[in-house]
T-cell receptor, first 113, second 113 residues
């Protein structure tokens, strides 16, 4: 059974700092990994999708890496801003599980002005 | 292109009642997945529909059911509501049923009294 873990559960940083969020998964036979952002009481916004054949993806100040063999992914946020405050979730999809993503519990990020 | 829409956004029901939630995927997307999000259990997969057929199912009791229409819109039904069914219900759409990037709607907040 695929399990996804995110560490830390919560993170508070001053504005302008660079930070790294971690995601680990137990079954390395993933098809892809997706990072999401969720604001309180809202739906999920897709940030980055990494296919299993890729090592990283970048979008603006965000960079996500994937190491399948070790079962790890990181989300790097550069020059953090108060507007980055949200919960960040990672989710993996297996080759064999159509339409199903397995999620971690998320990291709640607070960026202080 | 319009995103995923879910109706209603908020619902209050009492124990024993039943409820139907609706999800309209992004135009052209044919796969719809449903998730339940609670503070204690996080995001859990309910089921996935593609071309009006349920392709995948999570570990939820039979009180949770769904269907998909020919225009890819999907409904989820919960019968005999319990207090523990209070949650944010999210649907996600993808182009196809195989592992693919998922796009989420804003969710339906269900409160069971």
């Amino acid at each position: 059974k695929q399990e996804v873990t995110q560490i830390p559960a919560a993170l508070s940083v001053p504005e302008g700092e660079n930070l790294v969020l971690n995601c680990s998964f137990t079954d390395s036979a993933i098809y892809n990994l997706q990072w999401f952002r969720q604001d309180p009481g809202k739906g999920l916004t897709s940030l980055l999708l990494i296919q299993s054949s890729q090592r990283e993806q970048t979008s603006g100040r965000l960079n996500a890496s994937l190491d399948k063999s070790s079962g790890r992914s990181t989300l790097y946020i550069a020059a953090s801003q108060p507007g980055d405050s949200a919960t960040y979730l990672c989710a993996v999809q297996l080759n064999t599980n159509a339409g199903k993503s397995t999620f971690g519990d998320g990291t709640t990020l607070t960026v202080k002005p | 292109k319009a995103g995923v829409t879910q109706t209603p956004r908020y619902l209050i029901k009492t124990r024993g009642q039943q409820v139907t939630l609706s999800c309209s995927p992004i135009s052209g997307h044919r796969s719809v997945s449903w998730y339940q999000q609670t503070p204690g259990q996080g995001l859990q997969f309910l089921f996935e529909y593609f071309s009006e057929t349920q392709r995948n199912k999570g570990n939820f009791p039979g009180r949770f059911s769904g269907r998909q229409f020919s225009n890819s819109r999907s409904e989820m039904n919960v019968s005999t509501l319990e207090l523990g069914d209070s949650a944010l219900y999210l649907c996600a759409s993808s182009l196809v049923s195989s592992p693919n990037e998922q796009f989420f709607g804003p969710g339906t907040r269900l409160t069971v009294l």
